[in-house]
């Protein structure tokens, strides 16, 4: 009975620092999965920050504007005015389909005792 | 163990044969037994104080050798969790109120030499003067063939420069990360921004410090890494301050004026929408300051909107007549006299014209009469005309969030007499800056709360402390109708959008005293829409002068006004206010009968 539990333990201790010595591993393999991802953030976020920053020199106002002048026979753009402001009431809808009428009754000339 | 017996039978038998006493004996066997029990139970005893002192020791000394590696070891960044990577930036980014970016970092490299590992220097010398220009060759060969160990060549650096120097090939050339400010918009808005700088430079990073602008102002918060992901939000709206320092360069050019200035401001929330001040710089290349002897308004750093302190004219008298009906002295229809001159000891205050005996109030502002403003100013007194323009933040410097804001104090008379009264009532003797102005047209807009003057983006209105009546700003803002419509701001009318304003035309005061003939400050101030003004509009042009109708014209009415028409058409619509054409007068109906 002693020599199956000494046994048993031993093989629990063996199996215990297999697992834990595998554990070590796959935990420093982890480690260096997410010190790589870091630094692929770090570098995703420094590259978004130059992107932004060209995103904002490319848009700057002066540079619009001379595109703008570059551009105006295709484009004709102009500064907004005051006058180009709309309301909504002044946009005509979309006449409706006119109703097709084939067999017309004229009920203007009706008299009483002809109406049903 | 072997117990050895109490009373060994042999010895008490012995004992008693020799008729000695056999409990001696056993005494003396307890005696031996006591001893022996005390000794054990010392050892065992010593023996747990020691093994508690081995535990102590060990627990000491791990705790002493882990500080020991805490104390001495290279901080590292946590890679377990990452929380940490939100750090970012160095430096917050500065953003206007639709989140559109006014200023960022930007990765770059500074170049530096370390002479002693140099192969071949001369070669480098003449290699990055070719590279760069702007470098004094001598100095260079001096600084790679003397004794230094350690040369700072250039602060940055672009990636092509960068190559090229790479390209020279030479081990003692270097290179470290830089960090530094950029303002893609250029120009736009600079006076606000101010600049950065380097402060603590090292080979592998430099600190950035605001110099200017904001970016002094709010420096602590900008360097803050736990802001690096919260961009400082400004109330200024990059298109509309685009359009505006169009329109006031255009305007500038237009009126000859050598410097302009234009402040757009919220009334309700006190948010400068735009600020300019023309002439003006690029902030990724910061002027020099001027030297201290020269005038430093000439200088393009000027901030003219806050530190450009004179005395603005006419523009003042609406505050005048603002108080004087709040205090029910006057009514807009009250008949004022403006018999003139209007003479104080040995003053004298004129008008531009004669506009005859008398005219009621509202007539005195259309017009702008000089006297007729003196004769309320007399009837209001300095002391409370004091306290008023005290209240619509007249007499301290305006609370504006850049640096340079502390420095536009306003110069007060030094000794406030009835006659400086006289004279502040129509805007001479008290010298603010245009931002001041723009606070004090606010509180009028707004139905008569201060607001101060921010550019930061705020949530709501400010509803600051009451500085006059609903009824009264109502009055004062159809005043300021009424100038434009049919006074001498009529320039400034802009159909559909009810400008309401005043124009005010000041001489510059000469540096050693006394004023100059022909130079001026023409300002105009303005609401729009005059009936319910969302914004407030300051244009202020130093010394223009036209040619109209074949007369020098230098007042506000011929060089500011227009100008702030065209930028109320310009900017209105990108602010999203709609036009509304304002009811024709209706025909005047005479009653007749016969």
Redesign the interface.
């Known amino acids: 009975m002693k020599t199956l539990l000494y046994m048993v333990t031993a093989l629990c201790v063996f199996g215990l620092a297999f697992w834990a010595y595998r554990e070590n591993y796959t935990t420093r393999q982890v480690?260096k999965e997410?010190?790589q991802l870091?630094r692929e953030?770090?570098a995703a976020?420094?590259r978004l920050?130059?992107l932004?920053?060209e995103?904002?020199?490319l848009?700057?106002?002066?540079r619009l504007?001379e595109l703008a002048e570059l551009n105006y026979d295709r484009l004709g753009l102009l500064?907004?005015?005051?006058?180009?402001?709309g309301r909504v009431d002044e946009v005509a809808y979309p006449q409706p389909a006119a109703l097709n009428f084939s067999n017309g009754l004229d009920v203007s000339t009706m008299t009483r005792e002809s109406y049903p | 163990m072997i117990r050895t017996p109490l009373r060994p039978l042999a010895r008490i038998l012995q004992a008693r044969a020799q008729g000695q006493n056999p409990d001696a004996i056993e005494r003396e066997n307890l005696r031996l037994r006591h001893e022996e029990m005390a000794v054990k139970a010392r050892q065992r005893a010593e023996g747990r104080l020691l093994v508690l002192g081995v535990f102590f020791l060990c627990a000491y000394a791990v705790i002493g050798v882990r500080m020991g590696i805490l104390s001495a070891s290279e901080p590292a960044e946590p890679v377990a969790y990452t929380a940490g990577s939100t750090i970012a930036n160095q430096r917050a980014d500065i953003v206007d109120r639709e989140g559109r970016i006014l200023a960022t970092n930007f990765e770059t490299h500074s170049l530096y030499a370390q002479p002693p590992q140099m192969v071949d220097p001369i070669t480098a010398a003449d290699k990055l003067v070719e590279i760069f220009p702007d470098l004094d060759k001598g100095r260079l060969l001096k600084d790679f063939t003397g004794k230094r160990k350690f040369v700072w060549i250039k602060k940055k650096i672009s990636p092509e420069q960068k190559q090229a120097v790479h390209d020279i090939g030479d081990p003692g050339l270097l290179f470290g990360p830089r960090e530094m400010r950029l303002y893609p918009n250029g120009r736009l808005a600079a006076h606000v921004l101010g600049g950065a700088g380097f402060g603590n430079e090292g080979v592998n990073a430099a600190e950035v410090i605001g110099v200017a602008g904001v970016e002094k102002q709010f420096d602590a918060y900008l360097r803050d890494p736990a802001n690096g992901a919260k961009p400082l939000q400004l109330s200024l709206d990059l298109t509309v301050q685009a359009a505006a320092e169009q329109v006031l360069y255009g305007g500038m050019k237009l009126m000859n004026a050598k410097g302009a200035t234009s402040i757009l401001m919220d009334v309700e929330t006190g948010e400068v929408i735009s600020v300019v001040s023309l002439p003006d710089f690029d902030p990724n290349n910061r002027p020099r300051p001027p030297a201290s002897g020269d005038d430093p308004s000439v200088s393009p750093l000027f901030n003219r909107a806050v530190q450009g302190v004179y005395e603005l004219g006419s523009t003042f008298k609406i505050f005048t007549a603002a108080q004087a009906m709040d205090l029910g002295l006057v009514g807009p229809d009250t008949v004022i006299d403006t018999r003139g001159p209007l003479r104080w000891g040995r003053f004298a205050i004129r008008d531009f014209r004669n506009y005859g005996n008398e005219m009621p109030v509202t007539k005195v502002i259309v017009k702008s009469s000089n006297i007729g403003t003196a004769r309320i100013a007399q009837e209001i007194g300095v002391e409370r005309q004091r306290d008023f323009l005290g209240r619509l933040g007249m007499l301290e410097p305006t609370p504006f969030e850049i640096v340079e804001a502390g420095g536009g104090k306003p110069l007060l008379p030094p000794h406030w007499s009835e006659l400086s009264a006289m004279t502040i009532s129509y805007g001479h003797g008290l010298s603010t800056s245009p931002m001041h102005l723009a606070a004090g047209y606010a509180a009028i807009a707004n139905g008569g709360r201060y607001v101060k003057p921010t550019v930061l983006k705020q949530s709501g209105p400010q509803m600051g402390e009451r500085v006059m009546s609903e009824d009264t700003a109502a009055a004062a803002r159809m005043m300021l109708r009424k100038v434009v419509s049919e006074g001498t701001a009529s320039f400034a009318e802009v159909p559909g959008y009810k400008v309401g304003g005043k124009t005010g035309t000041a001489d510059k005061p000469k540096p050693q005293g006394g004023y100059y003939e022909d130079k001026v400050i023409a300002t105009f101030a303005s609401m729009f829409p005059a009936d319910d003004p969302e914004y407030v509009l300051v244009v202020t042009l130093d010394e223009p002068e036209i040619i109209a109708h074949g007369e020098e014209r230098r007042t506000a009415g011929w060089t500011a006004a227009p100008v702030a028409a065209e930028m109320v058409q310009r900017i209105a619509p990108l602010l999203g206010l709609r036009p509304h054409v304002e009811p024709a007068q209706l025909a005047g109906i005479t009653l007749t009968s016969n």
């Open positions: 480690l997410t010190r870091q953030i770090g976020r420094e920050s130059v932004k920053a995103w904002a020199y848009n700057r106002p002066s504007r500064p907004l005015r005051p006058d180009q402001f």
